[in-house]
């Protein structure tokens, strides 16, 4: 098993940052890509950033050149860097996992932006 833990989120104003943490423990061996996605209120949860146990990153559409995916491995915790934030980054931001045949999520941390 494997246990993530969010941390990071608050209220900011449009344009401000933040940044968001996950950290890891438990049965991390198992781990080969860590993620971070976000769901709004009605809608579907969505790919925020990604970054492969080789340091391969990849972001969605609306987020490439404002967020950042990076990681400490001696900590075991995976960054979210997010800057020029819009309002309608508003969402909960969970930090997902991949080991293989499981896929491992954390609870949440949520993230508001003011107009």
């Known amino acids: 098993q494997v246990q993530l833990v969010e941390s990071g989120g608050g209220l900011v104003q449009a344009g401000g940052s933040l940044r968001l943490s996950c950290v890891l423990s438990?049965?991390?061996?198992r781990i080969w890509s860590m993620e971070w996605h976000r769901q709004a209120p009605g809608n579907q949860r969505e790919?925020?950033?990604?970054?492969?146990?080789?340091?391969?990153?990849t972001y969605g559409n609306s987020m490439k050149g404002r967020f950042a995916i990076s990681r400490d491995t001696g900590k075991n915790t995976v960054f979210l860097q997010m800057s020029s934030l819009k309002p309608e980054d508003t969402a909960v931001y969970y930090c997902?996992?991949?080991?293989?045949?499981?896929?491992?999520w954390g609870r949440g941390t949520q993230v508001t932006v003011s107009s």
């Open positions: 438990g049965d991390i061996w």
């Open positions: 790919l925020v950033a990604s970054i492969t146990q080789g340091g391969i990153t």
């Open positions: 997902l996992a991949r080991g293989g045949q499981d896929d491992y």
